[in-house]
Each structure stands twice: as C-alpha cells, then as structure tokens.
C-alpha cells in the first residue's frame, strides 16, 4: 500500500482479491510503504502513517477485511523487513535495477533502495524472527505493471535458494474519461468518501460506450466492452450475471440509453458508500485489535 492519496474502486478491487485470498489463509501481509513515499514523494512518515489508517485500513475493514487473519506494518517500523532488505541487497547490483526501473541520475539514493525493500516485503514470511530461511509458499497479488518487479524478487529469491513466489494479476480500473483511474486525477476516480453530489458530477461526465447520438445509439447500439460505467457494474456494483447479461444486451441493441445506466451507477455507488461510511465508523473500532507493527 502507498500512503499518498485517497482510496478509490480501482484499490477495492485489490481488497475485494484479498478477501477471496482470505478464505483458504490466515496468513495475509499488508506492507505500507511509507519508506517509498518518503524517498521518492517526499511525504513524512507522520503523514504516511495518518493516510494509511485513516484512508486505507479503515477502509480496508469497513469493506469486510479479517484483520483477524491480516498483518498489517510500517516498512519503516518493522525490523525484519529492514534487515533483510541489507542482506537481499547484496544480491543485485546497480546495472539490473537501473535496466528494470530506469533510474537517472537525479534519483536519490533512498528511491533506488526502494525497490529492495519492496523485495523484502515479499520475502519476508520465508525467514523466521532470527531471518533464519524457513521456505514456505508465498502469492502475491499486483498490477501487470509489476511483472518486472516480480520477476526481480523470484531472480533473487532463487539465488537465496528460497521458493520463487508466485503472482496474481488484477487489471487496472479505466478511468472515469478513460486512461487509467488514479488518485491523483480525482476526475477520474471515485473515491470512497466521495459525497453523494461529487459522485453525480463525476458519473454524469463519465465516458460511455454509447453513440455519438440517441438517434445513432439506438439505430447502431453501444458499445458497453468499452464503457467504463458498465465496468463498475461488472467488477464492483452488480453481482448478478444474469441482471449484467440483461445490462449488455440492451446495450449492444441501443435499447438501454447511457442516461439510464448512468442514473442506475449513481444510485448504486451512493448506497454502496453511505453503507460503507457507516461501517468505517465500526472500523475505528476494530483499529484497536489490529495485528502488525504500525
């Protein structure tokens, strides 16, 4: 997790894998890193630590998370992951990160460790407190874009002689105007504290697969693969297959209009996150059984 903006529906997604993860272990790892926000954003570990319960663990709970079966730590508070960033770092050397992530020479030195210690994260449930290596099988969810980072940490795992860990792949949430969903283009996002009068506005100025006209959508069809509403329909607000089927169908036959699943989108997301307001309150609660190093 980087602790630098506010959480939107693309990082629910994650949280809704590790939920799936969570029914066959007890064993899940949240690492925050506030080691790579302070390096490569400059933001604080006090402001890090603060982003991190208040926007993310809370809601992370609040969307049904056993923290019961989670640790959850601070990169910057939790000494074995330090540590072992010191020993894995003398198992690469400066050509291969700089080939991997492309670092020139304005990078401080802190962001080009960074990755090391994102290493380490991964690493670390195979060695015990003493960093002594007890292999045992570890998966890891990311985003395609992680793929050399994984392929990284399974390079130097091997030459631990350790077990490679394995990976998941989740896409990334199109955003509201298209490109990507992101935290720092709140245009595009809608984030989980998002009033019910912000929701409106960002759904209502949300890229659609429909036609350029009523006449020419009712005429030609939508093109609802290509929609970004009908994705938040399919990936966080409508569980039933058969209501989705019913959505594309109509869709692609131009006889559901873009108003109408818009205004279907907005009453959805609005229910969605005033139950979820109301179960951050709960949260807060839970906060106080949290297991990890925060």
Request: net charge positive; glycine share 6%; aromatic share 10%.
């Amino acid at each position: 997790m980087m602790p630098s903006g506010k959480m939107h529906f693309g990082h629910k997604m994650v949280v809704d894998m590790l939920k799936f993860y969570q029914n066959y272990t007890d064993k899940i790892f949240i690492p925050i890193a506030d080691l790579e926000a302070f390096w490569a954003r400059d933001i604080s570990f006090e402001k890090s630590k603060k982003i991190a319960i208040e926007e993310y663990i809370i809601n992370y709970i609040a969307l049904g998370l056993d923290i019961d079966k989670t640790f959850i730590y601070l990169q910057s508070k939790y000494w074995k992951v330090k540590d072992l960033s010191f020993i894995l770092s003398k198992k690469t050397n400066w050509s291969e990160i700089k080939a991997i992530y492309g670092f020139g020479g304005e990078t401080n030195i802190g962001h080009i460790f960074a990755p090391i210690v994102q290493v380490a994260d991964i690493l670390q449930p195979e060695f015990d407190e003493n960093l002594n290596k007890k292999p045992i099988p570890v998966l890891v969810p990311v985003g395609l874009d992680q793929d050399p980072h994984i392929r990284l940490t399974r390079d130097i795992a091997k030459r631990l002689k350790i077990i490679e860990p394995s990976s998941t792949y989740h896409r990334f949430m199109t955003g509201l105007l298209g490109g990507k969903m992101s935290s720092s283009k709140p245009e595009t996002a809608i984030f989980l504290t998002d009033s019910d009068e912000e929701v409106k506005k960002k759904i209502s100025s949300a890229k659609t697969g429909g036609g350029k006209t009523l006449e020419e959508h009712k005429k030609y069809g939508g093109k609802p693969e290509e929609c970004v509403i009908y994705e938040m329909f399919l990936y966080h607000l409508i569980l039933d297959d058969k209501e989705l089927s019913k959505i594309y169908e109509e869709c692609k036959k131009g006889e559901l209009t873009c108003g109408k699943c818009k205004k279907l989108a907005y009453e959805l997301i609005i229910n969605f996150l005033k139950e979820l307001r109301e179960k951050r309150e709960e949260a807060k609660e839970k906060l106080k059984e949290l297991k990890g190093v925060i």
